[in-house]
């Protein structure tokens, strides 16, 4: 595998369902991110990880729970979503921990709450 | 606080050229460009620093007008392969925000 990895590539869920979305990088960076990606709206970081650890939250809902075991690994637990919550959900990676280092992106996770 | 992408969305013909324009409200440090075609990731395509520089690769190019607050992304002789969401990221301080994004659709 290369570059940015995540699973899976679609979700649906029930609002009271949990479930987890997976991010794997093979590219040695040292930072990982999650975008919410909505139609016709910006992407929106919601979380940023630089070495295993959380620097940037963006008052994202608890109902958002990241965990960052390592530097290759980026997960995102969801449980208790609505519907609003239904995008592409994007995992970035770069080498640097600021997004204005080049960002490698994954394919993303279309979810949809129900 | 995010850039403003300008046009919305553009039509070409194979070989006509286009121009995306990204403006910022605040100082910018920098400027990305990333392309996104449907279903797949977005893909990096340069940054520019502040300092006016104009960078390119291929038929795709690009300008920071730092005085301005705004960076164009100028696509000339397009392809097929041109067509997709093309979004700008600005730097502003310690802050970093996408712009909405431009549809850009190239057809034969």
């Known amino acids: 595998e290369t570059g940015v990895t995540q699973t899976p590539r679609h979700l649906v869920m029930g609002m009271t369902n949990k479930k987890s979305l997976k991010c794997e990088q093979h590219l040695g960076h040292n930072a990982m991110y999650w975008y919410k990606q909505s139609a016709k709206k910006p992407l929106e970081l919601m979380f940023v990880y630089s070495l295993e650890e959380r620097v940037e939250n963006n008052s994202v809902p608890s109902r958002f729970s990241p965990e960052c075991p390592n530097s290759s690994h980026l997960f995102l637990h969801l449980h208790t979503l609505q519907p609003e919550d239904s995008a592409l959900y994007l995992c970035a990676s770069s080498q640097g921990d600021r997004q204005s280092y080049e960002q490698y992106f994954g394919p993303g996770t279309r979810l949809t709450v129900t | 606080q995010q850039p403003v992408q300008s046009p919305q969305a553009v039509i070409l013909r194979e070989g006509e050229d286009a121009v995306i324009n990204c403006s910022s409200s605040?100082?910018?440090?920098?400027v990305h460009w990333y392309r996104q075609k449907h279903g797949e990731a977005p893909i990096f395509l340069m940054i520019?620093?502040?300092?006016?520089e104009q960078k390119g690769h291929d038929k795709i190019s690009a300008s920071f007008n730092e005085k301005k607050q705004q960076s164009s992304l100028y696509l000339t002789a397009s392809q097929l392969s041109y067509s997709g969401t093309y979004f700008c990221g600005t730097e502003t301080g310690n802050q970093f925000y996408f712009g909405t994004g431009t549809s850009l659709t190239v057809i034969p």
């Open positions: 520019l620093l502040k300092g006016g």
């Open positions: 605040k100082a910018l440090y920098s």
